[in-house]
């Protein structure tokens, strides 16, 4: 699977003084992006854009839907991505976050895992 998940990667990353409150705010207010950043940022290692064309991680989330995904959490500056040949590799940009929005990012991945910890107990009481 090539790169075109990720879509147009090439476009330079935002410097640190462009990234906004309501611009990371507004990237992961979509269930969708809100779960890639997560398992972006929880990863140990990049994860590639086509890891989520695969198994649990894609849905029912075209590959079109999935490369904007990519590129609007690109645009906040929440992930870097990094082509190695023909895959794109993504990380959180975690460090310029913190840097310029100290406790910002922790404070949400945290609350998304609560938050889908307890998404998880009540399909689990409900089954």
């Keep these: ?22 611009g990371i705010l507004h990237a992961l207010s979509d269930p969708v992006r809100a779960h890639i950043f997560a398992e972006i940022a929880g990863a140990e290692r990049s994860q590639t854009c086509s890891a989520f064309l695969r198994g649990e991680r894609r849905g029912r989330v075209p590959k079109s839907t999935l490369s904007q995904h990519f ?3 690109r645009d906040a500056g929440l992930i870097r991505s990094e082509r190695q040949g023909v895959e794109m590799h993504n990380t959180p940009a975690a460090d310029e976050l913190e840097r310029r929005f100290p406790g910002l990012l922790k404070a949400i991945i945290d609350a998304h895992k609560r938050q889908t910890e307890r998404q998880r107990t009540r399909r689990r009481r409900r089954a």
């Design 1 to 22: 699977m090539g790169c075109y998940p990720c879509g147009n990667a090439s476009a330079l990353p935002p410097s640190i003084d462009d990234l906004t409150v309501e």
């Design 71 to 73: 590129k609007v959490l």
